[in-house]
């Protein structure tokens, strides 16, 4: 296996970070003969939700509470670098409005990018992780319940077929269902009715999708799991039993048994998790009640083993070495392939997009070192952006940007994390008319600079190719000094094209609002 840049971890060592609702769950593993060998895991009981209000403010407590843990997990990770490790953040993040706080803080003691994902995403990755454990050819239903959301997902094979995050967690209706940590019938029945509500939205879509086998991952499922077996396994039946109602049921029996959480004692239940067992057991029975699950097997994967396939599969790309593991898995990169359903589903004009992405990277291979936008996040951003500029013309061709920036903003983007997401929404916004100000929720990974700078070059070879298939695009030499960039173009070329010839005009004047100076040469 070839080396990375620190400290010689060879590429099949791979690492991923979940910085979840609950907990932060750290694991590090290698792939080895086709497979994914776990080594080492760190779990860290941080309880992020607790902190968050009705309001969606996360304490001050709260906020220190994760601050703490990745410091303590600085040591741990080292020796990593971002293209071996992952770090990706959930439901409470997901939804805090003081989010950047906690971003701006950890940045000065955590070295690493968090990118916080949306709850679609949590549930794609939760369906890499755990579908690698399955016999591929079944319909599977994964089921996740977190501190704050609940992941529901079906696929087959490889691929998603229909998914959902839920906004109910074992964390927050612990709080809000059982007031004081108080156990009774009237708390179950409000949060499993609660539950109830929230499922009804989605069953009748998971019901047509159909599945073969229901599986359970994470640490609520797992509990329960556990809880059940220490009841039902004996010393003649020592295989793990699946989870149906009924057992669900008489734990429910054995819970209400206790008046408190304090006071539960039962075998196989952690102390860590006597807080949030009666919530997450309700928001199973509901799952279980409104799905028809018959049984839920358990799973020991879930969102951080689906980080670490995705980062095998991302390495693939560039490691000759790994790439037995992506044939393998028969599977291309998610971004692109996110990319290209959206060009077929809004019909975008597939060879103006590739004329427009080829001349945006030649202009960005001639001005990356110099303008300080040489990483492959940029690359990539504008890559997509070329690709995608045009997917709101058939709502409005005079103001397909901004329908453009809509659709991008409100699109489910397998793959995307919140960051790229909003990014990529803002560059298909400002790449014509106006320059609007960088907007982008939980920047962390970013810079707003970088961004602008990869706007000019999408725009600039968004204007040279307006003529479309009706005339060839010239590349132009580029001359890049500081703020300022200098593009060489064929004299002829231009006194053909007088609307492009103008537009570069106007372009120049747009730009020194940003403090960049566009000069226009021609031989």
Not at 87 to 113: G, H
Not at 360 to 373: D, N, T, V
Not at 424 to 439: P, Y
Not at 466 to 481: A, C, W, Y
Request: proline share 2%; glycine share 4%; hydrophobic share 40%.
């Amino acid at each position: 296996m070839s080396k990375n840049n620190k400290d010689n971890i060879p590429d099949n060592y791979i690492a991923a970070l979940d910085i979840g609702s609950n907990s932060f769950h750290f694991v590090y593993g290698r792939l080895i003969d086709n497979h994914l060998q776990i080594l080492h895991t760190e779990k860290y009981r941080v309880k992020l939700a607790s902190g968050l209000n009705d309001n969606n403010i996360l304490s001050k407590e709260a906020i220190a509470r994760g601050l703490s843990t990745l410091d303590n997990l600085s040591a741990t990770v080292q020796n990593l670098n971002c293209n071996n490790f992952r770090v990706v953040a959930t439901y409470t993040l997901r939804k805090a409005k003081n989010r950047q706080e906690f971003l701006d803080k950890a940045r000065e003691i955590f070295s690493f990018p968090i990118e916080i994902i949306s709850g679609h995403e949590e549930a794609r990755l939760i369906y890499q992780g755990v579908i690698q454990n399955f016999q591929p050819n079944d319909n599977h239903l994964i089921i996740d319940i977190g501190g704050g959301s609940t992941e529901c997902v079906i696929g087959k094979n490889y691929r998603v077929k229909t998914l959902d995050s839920l906004t109910m967690g074992c964390v927050s209706f612990s709080q809000k269902y059982f007031i004081n940590k108080e156990i009774s019938s009237k708390h179950f029945n409000k949060a499993i009715s609660a539950a109830k509500k929230e499922i009804n939205a989605i069953a009748k879509r998971f019901r047509k999708a159909t599945w073969q086998t229901a599986t359970g991952t994470s640490g609520t499922i797992k509990s329960i799991h556990s809880l059940i077996n220490a009841c039902e396994t004996t010393p003649e039946n020592k295989n793990p039993q699946t989870i149906n109602l009924k057992q669900l049921k008489n734990l429910q029996s054995q819970l209400l048994a206790f008046d408190t959480f304090d006071n539960i004692k039962l075998e196989n239940l952690k102390d860590n998790r006597r807080d949030v067992i009666c919530a997450g057991l309700s928001i199973l029975i509901a799952l279980m009640e409104v799905l028809s699950i018959k049984e839920l097997h358990y799973c020991s994967y879930a969102l951080r083993e689906g980080v670490l396939y995705e980062q095998l599969e991302q390495l693939s790309l560039t490691s000759p070495e790994l790439n037995e593991f992506a044939n393998s898995q028969k599977k291309i990169d998610i971004h692109q392939r996110t990319v290209t359903s959206l060009i077929e589903r809004f019909s975008i004009d597939s060879e103006q997009a590739t004329d427009v992405k080829k001349l945006a990277l030649s202009l960005y291979r001639k001005c990356a070192q110099e303008w300080k936008i040489d990483d492959k996040h940029y690359k990539n951003l504008l890559s997509w952006s070329a690709q995608l500029h045009e997917i709101g013309v058939n709502i409005n061709p005079s103001s397909y940007h901004k329908h453009g920036q809509y659709i991008i903003e409100q699109a489910d983007l397998a793959g995307f994390n919140q960051e790229q997401q909003y990014a990529l929404a803002w560059l298909i916004g400002a790449h014509r008319k106006k320059l609007s100000d960088v907007n982008i929720p939980s920047s962390y990974q970013l810079k707003n600079k970088a961004l602008i700078r990869i706007c000019v070059l999408l725009r600039l070879a968004v204007l040279l190719n307006q003529q479309r298939q009706l005339s060839e695009t010239p590349t132009p030499s580029v001359i890049i000094e500081d703020s300022a960039i200098q593009l060489v173009l064929c004299k002829q070329w231009l006194l053909d094209r007088p609307i492009v010839d103008s537009d570069l005009f106007f372009e120049a004047e747009a730009l020194q609002a940003i403090k960049i100076e566009l000069i226009i040469k021609s031989i």
